[in-house]
DNA sequence: GATAAATTTAGGTATTACTTAAAAATGTTT
DNA sequence: AAACATTTTTAAGTAATACCTAAATTTATC
């Protein structure tokens, strides 16, 4: 890492909302689409984009739109990760159904350490998809031993 | 609910150290000891302090000292709970040492939701003490199902 | 080119959580 | 009890997060 990486929660919300319109959707987010989304102001998502282009997690031209960088990517996955773990953990072991478990998995995965959900993919033997079957990425230091 | 507690995580943090304090230790905690505790100028602890007394969450009398007051027991309890349940999945299903247990607990407990925490608890057959041996405090629409 | 829609800028607010410096209260010592 | 030390509080800030409205600007459409 060179630089670190300091992510709110609500930046969060915005990289892994963006990277499953962009990537898994292959749309783009506009800013009203964001701002509906997130149930704010357009001037608030315009905000949040513009913080988010200063630390170099998407790329935004004013007017077009953003799109996430290689490093947004990155951390957008990270996120996903969690995610996806943690739905895991509560359809498999809670019995959750994968809705209820997504909801859960959204209020916490923020605060969950890398350890914790390594810990869990390792229990259920690094699983590749979550409960309503997409990929989960996978992560060396997890794979590792 | 008369009216409705908003908790900070911070606040959060306040009360549980000092139910620990006052109910487990039968000490009190000064305003030095909880600046110290969370490494925070004592000027700040006093501020807190102020702010929970104002949700009458502690009775609070300057120069002398903060008691938790019934209701900042129930919220207190409340979080305990979320806690040592937490410690409990972890060390049981994740093999975590209680020390670890506590740490990632300490991270999410502020952000689990009571279902999330009941569920669990239903799985472990309503734990009435946390791997340290603490009190987990019962819930009655855990236990009332 | 006018008008409508989307987006951004400017200039706010509120909350949380922290700081330093000085004042005030309390405790201790001689 | 006066002097000193310690603890605590007040006052007056800062910084970050996350939101807002209103007006300006840009882009898209008729």
């Given at each position: 890492?060179?630089?670190?990486?300091?992510?709110?929660?609500?930046?969060?919300?915005?990289?892994?909302?963006?990277?499953?319109?962009?990537?898994?959707e292959?749309?783009?987010?506009?800013?009203?689409i964001?701002?509906?989304?997130?149930?704010?102001?357009?001037?608030?998502?315009?905000?949040?984009?513009?913080?988010?282009?200063?630390?170099?997690?998407?790329?935004?031209?004013?007017?077009?739109?953003?799109?996430?960088?290689?490093?947004?990517?990155?951390?957008?996955?990270?996120?996903?990760?969690?995610?996806?773990?943690?739905?895991?953990?509560?359809?498999?072991?809670?019995?959750?159904?994968?809705?209820?478990?997504?909801?859960?998995?959204?209020?916490?995965?923020?605060?969950?350490?890398?350890?914790?959900?390594?810990?869990?993919?390792?229990?259920?033997?690094?699983?590749?998809?979550?409960?309503?079957?997409?990929?989960?990425?996978?992560?060396?230091?997890?794979?590792?031993?």
């Amino acid at each position: 890492m060179r630089v670190k990486i300091s992510l709110t929660p609500k930046e969060g919300k915005y990289l892994t909302f963006m990277y499953r319109k962009q990537v898994e959707e292959d749309k783009s987010a506009s800013t009203t689409i964001l701002a509906k989304s997130f149930k704010v102001n357009p001037a608030t998502a315009t905000e949040t984009l513009q913080r988010l282009a200063k630390k170099k997690l998407v790329e935004y031209t004013r007017y077009y739109g953003a799109k996430l960088t290689e490093r947004g990517m990155v951390e957008a996955q990270r996120l996903l990760r969690k995610h996806r773990i943690l739905e895991i953990l509560f359809v498999k072991f809670l019995r959750y159904d994968t809705e209820k478990a997504c909801e859960e998995a959204s209020k916490i995965e923020y605060y969950c350490s890398e350890d914790l959900i390594n810990t869990i993919c390792r229990t259920y033997g690094h699983p590749d998809t979550c409960p309503c079957s997409k990929e989960i990425f996978q992560d060396s230091t997890c794979m590792g031993r």
